[in-house]
Every structure is written in structure tokens, then in C-alpha cells.
């Protein structure tokens, strides 16, 4: 059977069509609230969700993702609640869902127990964030026999001959960092994003996604002209966390990100 992140891709290379994928930790307000937002978002047209597994140490993320780590953990998100989130996720929804982690909260748990968590709680892949990929091979194994998508960064510092060995590593879609440093809302889209597009797509088949610094309309277009999809996260994140959390205030963060989703389907 043909994975979600499979199909979804395809179906939109047959549309002629770009991804949009939406960032959110889970548990930001709380858990219950990830749900309603992962379908309202849905509703908007949103292809895929990249959901963050809270962690108190977030090193890869801007101020506004690691503070909404810290609302998802003081609000008591574990490790199990947010599995349980993704089943209550997948009984109204068949949305592709990849998890955004760190290796900490996995590794100590049981790396093995945790993924199976995630395979059966209905996810379809994981994003390793601080996971080198000449470490990687066991870790990447136990994706493999879960049945879980490896999806793999790579940014503006790679040099070509690393790309080649991480696109030989990943599945679902390759992730392109547009800048150095972290997540968070940027003015605009960062010169050569679109030259690093390109070095991956000569060595992968597989869909690029760009991400990091958008925040805007224009910007998700301009970035849907380089690559396969686009990712927002800090904007998505800080737009429902600064709307009051009831219908008409997260209808108002969910129609922003509408508005980005639709300027990326523009894009052909």
C-alpha cells in the first residue's frame, strides 16, 4: 500500500500543483486544541502537517516555536498524550502527519518503543532534527521496519557531496532549509535558497520542500516557485497563539494560513 506522503505528492505532481505543510506543536494551547487546528487547517487546504513533539530544549527553533514548547510542556503534553492526540487526529482526518523531534525525548524512552508509538498512533514519518546522518543507519532502520518516512535537512552550508549521501537516506520529501540559523519569520526569502533547490534535485527524486523564514503570502509564493512544497511554521504557530482560543479567533488564524495556502497553489 502506497504511503500517505507518497500519495499526497503525487496526486499533486498530477495537479501540477505544490505542497503547503503546516508546522504546530503539539500541545499549544493544549492537546484538545491541536486537534481543532490540525482541522481547521485542513479545511484550508493544508496538504501536510508537521506536528513538534515538545521539548525543553529546542536548539534548532526560534523564540516563537520554543515558546510554544514551553506552553505545550507547562500545560502537561508527554510523549504519550500527544500519541493519543495523532489517533484522535486520525479518526477524522487521513492528513499525512510527520513528527518534528529531537533525538533526547525519543532516546529516552526507547527509541524502537517510540516510533512504534508513533506508527500506531497513526503518523507516517519523522523528522530527526539533531540526528547525523553518519549516526544515523540504525535509527533510519527501525523507521524502515515501522513503515515510518525519514525525512531528511539539508542546508545552506551542506556542501554536494554530503547532499548525495543524505538524499540516499531519505523517504517522503527532502526538507531544504532556505537560511542559516533558526526557525522564525524572515523579511524575505534568502538569496540562494533557490540554487541549494536545485543541488538537491539533482541528486533525489524525491519532492523538496522549502522552509524556515516564511511568513507571508508572497513569500509562500516566491518560495513555491523553487521547489515541491513550502513549509511555515513560526508564523502559523504565532498566529493562532496571539487569536483568542475560541471558534471565531482560531477561524481568523486558520483563514491566514488559508491565505498562504492559496498563494502557493497559484504557483503551477
Do not use: W
Not at 4 to 24: G, S
Not at 179 to 196: K, M, N
Not at 213 to 227: N, V
Request: hydrophobic share 40%.
Amino acid at each position: 500500500m502506497k504511503k500517505r506522503l507518497d500519495q499526497c505528492f503525487a496526486a499533486l505532481k498530477t495537479e501540477q500543483k505544490k505542497a503547503f505543510i503546516a508546522y504546530l506543536t503539539a500541545g499549544d494551547p493544549d492537546l484538545s486544541s491541536t486537534v481543532d487546528i490540525v482541522l481547521k487547517l485542513e479545511d484550508q487546504g493544508v496538504d501536510v502537517i508537521e506536528l513538534g513533539l515538545p521539548f525543553s530544549d529546542p536548539l534548532a527553533d526560534g523564540r516563537v516555536n520554543q515558546e510554544a514548547s514551553t506552553r505545550a510542556l507547562e500545560a502537561g503534553a508527554t510523549f504519550d498524550s500527544v500519541m493519543e492526540t495523532v489517533s484522535q487526529i486520525r479518526n477524522r482526518s487521513n492528513i499525512p502527519i510527520v513528527f518534528y523531534a529531537y533525538m533526547n525525548p525519543l532516546l529516552s524512552r526507547g527509541f524502537d518503543k517510540a516510533i512504534k508509538a508513533g506508527a500506531e498512533a497513526g503518523a507516517d514519518g519523522f523528522l530527526l532534527l539533531d540526528l547525523p546522518v553518519d549516526e544515523s543507519r540504525p535509527y533510519r532502520q527501525t523507521l524502515k521496519k515501522n513503515q515510518m518516512d525519514a525525512i531528511q535537512l539539508i542546508t545552506p552550508t551542506t556542501p554536494d557531496k554530503r547532499i548525495q549521501k543524505i538524499v540516499k537516506q531519505a523517504s517522503g520529501f527532502v526538507y531544504c532549509v532556505s537560511r542559516e540559523g533558526v526557525t522564525g519569520v524572515q523579511d524575505h526569502i534568502a538569496d540562494g535558497a533557490g540554487d541549494l533547490v536545485n543541488r538537491i534535485k539533482k541528486n533525489t527524486a524525491l519532492p523538496v520542500a522549502i522552509g524556515f523564514g516564511i511568513g507571508s503570502p508572497d513569500q509562500a509564493r516566491e518560495a513555491a516557485k523553487l521547489a515541491d512544497g513550502v513549509v511555515v511554521g513560526s508564523a502559523i504557530v504565532n498566529a493562532f497563539h496571539q487569536e483568542s482560543h475560541d471558534v471565531e479567533g482560531r477561524s481568523r488564524a486558520a483563514a491566514f494560513v488559508g491565505s498562504m495556502v492559496r498563494a502557493v497553489k497559484e504557483v503551477s
